[in-house]
């Protein structure tokens, strides 16, 4: 008996360890945002949650001509950056400025890296700053000593829960022998973590599908503490997201509670959305976003959609011939007048202002009728 508690003990706590690492690999998403200044100052990310900004030369010109910017010095990652000229004392005027934006969920940062070069009259001290407190004081400050190679500079940071802001670091060089004096960048990168979103709910699911030129959204909660509301968001690029409408939440649940939404204009092709957590203490958390693919197989769709009283408007991919007939929601038929563009889309204006109520738009495809709803508030 004693063995057999023993080795149960034994289990619970191997199980614990086992969802303790499970829940710390999962707990955060590493990123690395990184200009490798391969002949472009731009920068790339490994995660949505950023958009880098273009690396910049502050502080004066660069007066070396395009191709000898980026050139093959030695011991460059394909091409280095070069910048010339550099102050003989420090200049906060004078700098290479690396930027980036957080576009939804809060992160660490863990170090900042970066590879620099000077020429044997180029500045052989350093400074970084960051935006954290406004560049006012010296992250690091060293001396390169070795000139015509590149240095490894690897800096431990803890900047931890940012969000929502921009975070730029800054490279001054300085005590430079003369004007003619250059400066190499290669491989800089800003480290750290995504951090995980835990919400006060528990979503089962989250999903999508194209119904008859629209998009709709279902999900559904095994329980809810303290919900307010879900705002419904809508991106093309999984970078902008707008609010596209509102659906109440239950607040405190402990059963599965369904929901849906329905996006009655949605572009063609592939959108993302996602769902905005209000709380009743103003707070709010992101779930990650879905894609859902809005290619009409049909070809023909409403488009916006509830419609205006003078004129509905379709997108269809062959126009020409589309035979198209209006009724209204007794079958009556109504008169209209067509036009055409060259963009795929028809418009159909009424010989009447049309009353509030549901419309239909018949128009046959593969010599069988199809019906469009149409409501028009």
Request: charged letters at 15%; proline letters at 6%; glycine letters at 8%.
């Amino acid at each position: 008996m004693k063995k057999t508690i023993q080795f149960l003990q034994s289990s619970i706590v191997a199980m614990a360890a086992m969802l303790l690492f499970v829940f710390n690999a999962h707990a955060q998403e590493p990123f690395h945002v990184k200009w490798a200044m391969d002949y472009t100052q731009a920068g790339v990310s490994d995660h949505a949650n950023f958009t880098p900004t273009d690396a910049l030369l502050a502080g004066g010109p660069n007066d070396f001509t395009l191709p000898t910017v980026y050139s093959a010095i030695g011991g460059a990652i394909v091409v280095g950056y070069t910048t010339r000229p550099w102050p003989v004392s420090f200049s906060a005027s004078r700098y290479m400025e690396f930027s980036l934006t957080a576009n939804s969920f809060k992160y660490n940062i863990t170090s900042i890296s970066f590879r620099l070069r000077r020429s044997n009259n180029g500045p052989s001290n350093v400074k970084i700053r960051t935006s954290i407190d406004g560049f006012a004081s010296d992250l690091s400050a060293f001396a390169i000593g070795s000139s015509g190679m590149f240095t490894n500079c690897n800096i431990p940071v803890s900047y931890n829960n940012l969000s929502n802001n921009t975070f730029s670091f800054r490279v001054y060089g300085y005590n430079s022998v003369d004007i003619h004096g250059t400066f190499g960048f290669d491989e800089i990168s800003v480290n750290g973590n995504v951090l995980a979103i835990i919400l006060p709910v528990d979503i089962a699911y989250f999903k999508g599908h194209s119904e008859n030129g629209r998009i709709a959204l279902d999900w559904e909660t095994t329980w809810e503490k303290n919900t307010r509301e879900f705002i419904i968001q809508r991106s093309g690029d999984m970078k902008t997201f707008t609010t596209i409408g509102v659906v109440g939440a239950s607040g405190e649940t402990a059963g599965r509670t369904p929901y849906s939404f329905v996006d009655n204009d949605p572009p063609v092709g592939i959108s993302y959305y996602r769902l905005k957590l209000a709380d009743k203490d103003s707070g709010f958390t992101l779930c990650k976003p879905i894609a859902v693919d809005n290619t009409e197989t049909s070809g023909i769709r409403v488009a916006p959609n509830p419609a205006s009283s003078r004129i509905i408007s379709l997108t269809a991919r062959h126009t020409g011939n589309l035979f198209l007939a209006l009724y209204d929601a007794s079958g009556t038929p109504i008169p209209f007048r067509r036009e055409n563009d060259a963009c795929g889309r028809i418009r159909l204006l009424p010989s009447r202002p049309l009353p509030s109520g549901i419309y239909f738009v018949v128009y046959v495809e593969n010599g069988r009728k199809e019906h469009l709803k149409v409501l028009v508030p």
